[in-house]
């Protein structure tokens, strides 16, 4: 248990590779609040980990927004006191070719990938700095 006594953060959480980095998180012995747009897969994942036997938390975040990611992490740090590892995985993809690409959908990914990391970092970063940890 190499991550025992450690609280992760993942974003984007509630499937797919960010699922897979929040179990093996907790695997590793970390507690793990799962955030995610779609709340019932966040949920999903949070059970996993607590069939585990670690603690887990489901938050349901839309990350390019700052208000949703300071209050994803005021639930988190309530649930599990620290955050030391934040993973952003939250991604989104639109089925088109860049030269078929609308500028609002452009806009809608750098929204999550660009804006929705610098965020989350944002959020966190100062309790990591504090604890030398992060």
Do not use: P
């Not at 509630?14 to 779609?38: E, K, Y």
């Not at 934040?86 to 500028?103: Q, Y």
């Not at 452009?106 to 959020?123: E, N, P, R, Y």
């Amino acid at each position: 248990m190499k991550l025992a006594g450690k609280c992760a953060l993942v974003t984007g959480g509630g499937s797919g590779i960010g699922r897979a980095s929040a179990i093996a998180l907790a695997v590793a012995g970390a507690d793990v609040a799962v955030a995610d747009l779609n709340l019932e897969g966040a949920r999903e994942t949070a059970a996993s980990i607590e069939q585990l036997g670690r603690k887990a938390i489901a938050i349901r975040a839309d990350i390019s927004k700052k208000a949703d990611v300071m209050a994803m992490a005021d639930a988190a740090i309530g649930a599990l006191g620290k955050v030391d590892i934040l993973v952003n995985n939250a991604g989104i993809n639109r089925a088109a070719w860049l030269r078929d690409m609308t500028e609002e959908e452009w806009d809608s990914v750098m929204d999550i990938h660009a804006k929705g990391t610098f965020l989350c970092t944002q959020a966190l970063v100062m309790g990591m700095m504090e604890r030398r940890y992060g």
